[in-house]
């Protein structure tokens, strides 16, 4: 089936530095990448939806400038939190949707999430 | 707008049935997925309605009614590890993302 490869699972840093979070489709092409943040006892808040060679849509409310995202290529989208706050701290997970469902593959319906990075910012 | 609701939290026993319900409303809806999720870990897939009725499968079920906004997931023969939270998700279709509800935290004691 389908994988997505996230990388870090999770990172400590400090105030003010700035985090690189890449997620992978391995063996399929992801025109579209949903990054989601999840803050702990509550659900996934979508913050952009990326697109392969085209500037992401952000969700309202969430800062452009303090999360970047690109999508340079089918297989790699990466989120980079920019001068990062304690209040950044949460769990990161990034979804992405086959360009076309694999014959039969009824499971997943082509969306795909990574394992998640836990992100602390001391 | 998007709204999906569901109950924030439940308590069942081990051994026993419980039905976690979700209401819906979307602006567009193709199908209803749940996911489940543990504590620090990413959703895992559990089942995707796209009519109405029940789908079965092993222990867990779901049941969509289109007309209604409404879906449920049985969990059968409950045990200590479906300890999870339960996603509801819509799906709009094409390549939009999906809208989940805030999930349901289910505490399976003995």
């Known amino acids: 089936g389908a994988v997505v490869s996230q990388h870090p699972s999770w990172v400590i840093c400090k105030s003010g530095t700035s985090v690189k979070i890449e997620c992978r489709s391995l063996?399929?092409?992801?025109?579209?990448m949903f990054w989601y943040r999840q803050f702990p006892k509550q659900s996934l808040m979508l913050m952009a939806t990326?697109?392969?060679?085209?500037?992401?849509?952000?969700e309202q409310g969430v800062e452009k400038d303090k999360f970047l995202i690109n999508h340079a290529s089918l297989t790699l989208s990466t989120l980079t939190v920019t001068s990062a706050h304690p209040e950044d701290s949460s769990f990161y997970i990034c979804?992405?949707?086959?360009?076309?469902?694999?014959?039969?593959?009824?499971?997943?319906?082509?969306?795909?999430f990574g394992s998640g990075t836990r992100l602390t910012v001391v | 707008g998007q709204n999906i609701d569901q109950p924030t939290e439940m308590t069942a026993t081990e051994g026993a049935i419980v039905q976690i319900n979700c209401t819906y409303q979307?602006?567009?809806?193709?199908?209803l997925f749940w996911y489940q999720q543990h504590a620090g870990e990413a959703p895992t897939f559990l089942s995707y309605?796209?009519?109405?009725g029940l789908e079965e499968k092993g222990r867990f079920s779901s049941f969509l009614s289109r007309s209604k906004g409404y879906s449920y997931l049985l969990l059968k023969e409950l045990q200590m590890k479906d300890s999870a939270s339960y996603l509801c998700?819509?799906?709009?279709?094409?390549?939009?993302?999906?809208?989940f509800g805030k999930g349901t935290r289910l505490s399976v004691i003995a």
């Open positions: 063996d399929f092409q992801a025109t579209t």
């Open positions: 309605n796209v009519l109405d």
């Open positions: 979804s992405a949707r086959e360009i076309e469902d694999t014959g039969g593959d009824h499971l997943t319906y082509g969306y795909t």
């Open positions: 979307t602006s567009g809806f193709n199908g």
């Open positions: 998700a819509a799906f709009r279709g094409g390549n939009t993302p999906l809208v």
């Open positions: 990326s697109n392969e060679g085209s500037k992401a849509t952000y």
